[in-house]
């Protein structure tokens, strides 16, 4: 910026892009609304365009100030970024560890882990994020996120990011009690039931459709579904025979709601990697992650 002037037209645009007013944007930034006004103005006269459309009750952007905004907010981020790993000190760990991952993995990976680091460091804050794998890498890419885990790779030949592999976790075929004593009992085999599966595209999944070819194995994968726990729902119902992760169906198995359905060959291994750009990170987060790598084996027994 050529000079604060120049600062705060992108500040006041931001605030109004973001609350959707320009009454609530002084609010929110204590600066009268002909201030804010005449600002934006300003800035639409500079970049020789039109940024808002004005309506009695909100504002909303143009096609340029949606372009303009996402330019800015990453700006913004960066700023409260740099904000967090100057201000923190090393022996004061109170920043905020944004992390993305899969719900049904976080489940058991995050909650012992988390509270373990809480005990050491009880001013150390946690934002959770679950979503796409493509709305998380890119919220990474954004530094919305500090690190990410995901099922492996997550990245291939970018160099900025740091990608380790967490954790390598069995899978199993699993069922209700009537399935599960029809298979027992050898009145059905594993190709006679639907197959509840995750969407395709992950290496897991694409390594079992690989296996279940070369055994010959035809099997009817009827459902798909998006959610591990809607899965399990499914599978509880008798809708099919499910596929995933052994961890996520552990605690089910035990408890007799659900029974592992043993085959004769060998189930995918799925692979979870943890990812971050190291040069973003705050003193608190790289100690967490330092902390979750160091304990994740014990953390999944």
Not at 13 to 41: R, W
Not at 147 to 171: A, D, G, H, K, R
Request: proline share 3%.
């Amino acid at each position: 910026f050529e000079n604060e002037s120049d600062f705060n037209k992108y500040r006041f645009f931001y605030a109004v892009a973001e609350c959707k007013s320009f009454s609530k944007a002084t609010e929110y930034l204590y600066v009268s609304q002909p201030a804010i006004s005449h600002a934006i103005k300003e800035l639409e006269t500079n970049l020789n365009t039109k940024l808002f459309i004005r309506n009695k009750k909100y504002v909303e952007l143009t096609e340029d100030g949606e372009k303009l905004l996402f330019y800015v907010k990453k700006a913004f981020d960066n700023l409260t970024m740099g904000e967090r790993i100057v201000k923190e000190k090393e022996s004061d760990l109170t920043g905020v560890i944004r992390i993305g991952i899969y719900s049904h993995i976080s489940l058991f990976m995050l909650p012992k882990v988390m509270n373990e680091f809480s005990k050491k460091n009880p001013n150390a804050k946690f934002h959770i994020y679950s979503s796409s794998n493509k709305e998380m890498i890119e919220k990474l890419r954004n530094r919305e996120l500090d690190f990410i885990v995901l099922q492996y790779p997550i990245f291939i030949n970018e160099n900025s990011i740091t990608e380790e592999i967490l954790c390598e976790l069995e899978t199993c075929f699993f069922g209700n009690k009537e399935h599960y004593e029809l298979y027992k009992r050898q009145e059905c085999l594993l190709k006679d039931f639907p197959l509840i599966l995750p969407m395709r595209g992950y290496p897991d999944i694409n390594k079992l459709h690989e296996t279940l070819k070369q055994h010959n194995l035809i099997l009817k994968d009827n459902f798909t579904s998006y959610t591990t726990e809607l899965n399990k729902e499914l599978v509880k119902e008798g809708v099919g025979i499910g596929w995933g992760l052994k961890k996520c169906v552990e605690k089910d198995i035990k408890e007799g709601i659900l029974y592992e359905l043993l085959v004769d060959f060998k189930t995918p291994i799925t692979k979870f990697s943890i990812a971050y750009d190291k040069s973003f990170l705050n003193h608190t987060t790289s100690e967490f992650i330092k902390f979750f790598k160091e304990n994740i084996k014990n953390t999944l027994k």
